[in-house]
C-alpha cells in the first residue's frame, strides 16, 4: 500500500492530485490553529489589561470625588490629631500644659518627674507625676480640667489630702503618643469615606485645649558704628 502511494505520488496521477491539496489543508489548518491559540490568547490579555485599567480609572475617580468633598476638612483634621496624638513623645508639652493650667489658678506644681516609656500595641505612653498644694475648690478645678488637654492624656493615679484648709495632691498622668503612618496607599488602592466612629472620634479630639506657646519675633540686626563699643 505504501509503495502504492508512492507510486502515485511520483506520478501525474488522480490521487497525486487529491493528496497534495489535502497535504496542505492539514498544514494550513495546523499553523491557523497555532496563530489562532497565540492570537486569542494576546486578546485574552489584552481584554484583562483592558479590565484592570477600566478598574483603577474608576477608583481614581472616586478618589477624586471623595477628595473634593473632604479638601475643605481634611486639613483641619489632619492637625487635630496631630496635636492630640503627635508622633514623638510629648511629656515636655504636657508639662508646659499642666504648669499653665496651675498658674491660672494660683496653683504650683511641685516634684515634677517624667517615667520610663512604655508601649501597648501601636499605641506609646509616658507617666508624669507633681505634687499641687491649695485651696480645695482650685485643686479639684485643676484636676478636672486635666481631662481635657491636648495631646491626649489621662490621670492614672490621683490622691488628695485635705488638712488645715489646705489640699495636697499626688497625680500621675499617662500622655500617648503613636507612629503617623509611614507609607502611603497605592495610587490604585480604594479609598473609604470616615466612619461615624472616626468622626466622633476626630470631634472629641477638637474639643481638647491645646497647648499654647510663645512665640518670639526675631529682631533684624542692627549696625554698630564702632564694633569694638
Do not use: C
Not at 483634621?77 to 508622633?87: E, G, I, M, R
Amino acid at each position: 500500500m505504501a509503495n502504492f502511494i508512492s507510486k502515485s505520488l511520483g506520478k501525474k496521477s488522480p490521487l497525486r492530485l487529491i493528496l497534495l491539496p489535502l497535504l496542505s489543508l492539514v498544514i494550513l489548518a495546523v499553523l491557523s490553529s497555532v496563530v489562532l491559540r497565540s492570537a486569542f490568547a494576546r486578546i485574552q490579555g489584552l481584554r484583562e489589561e483592558l479590565e484592570n485599567a477600566q478598574r483603577d480609572e474608576n477608583v481614581l475617580k472616586e478618589k477624586e470625588i471623595i477628595l473634593k468633598e473632604v479638601q475643605q476638612s481634611i486639613a483641619g483634621q489632619a492637625q487635630v490629631v496631630a496635636l492630640a496624638l503627635p508622633s514623638e513623645n510629648p511629656a515636655l508639652i504636657v508639662i508646659s500644659q499642666v504648669k499653665n493650667l496651675a498658674f491660672e489658678r494660683a496653683l504650683f506644681p511641685q516634684n515634677l518627674e517624667v517615667g520610663a516609656e512604655t508601649q501597648e500595641a501601636e499605641l506609646m505612653s509616658v507617666p508624669i507625676s507633681f505634687d499641687m498644694e491649695g485651696g480645695l475648690t482650685e485643686v479639684l478645678d485643676f484636676v478636672k480640667s486635666l481631662t481635657s488637654i491636648s495631646p491626649l492624656s489621662t490621670i492614672d493615679k490621683l490622691a488628695i489630702d485635705h488638712s488645715a484648709g489646705v489640699s495636697h495632691a499626688e497625680i500621675t498622668l499617662k500622655a500617648y503618643w503613636a507612629d503617623f503612618p509611614k507609607e502611603l496607599p497605592a495610587l490604585t488602592e480604594t479609598v473609604s469615606r470616615i466612619s461615624a466612629d472616626e468622626s466622633a472620634v476626630i470631634t472629641n479630639f477638637s474639643r481638647l485645649t491645646p497647648a499654647t506657646f510663645i512665640e518670639v519675633s526675631p529682631e533684624a540686626p542692627s549696625g554698630r558704628s564702632d564694633p569694638f563699643n
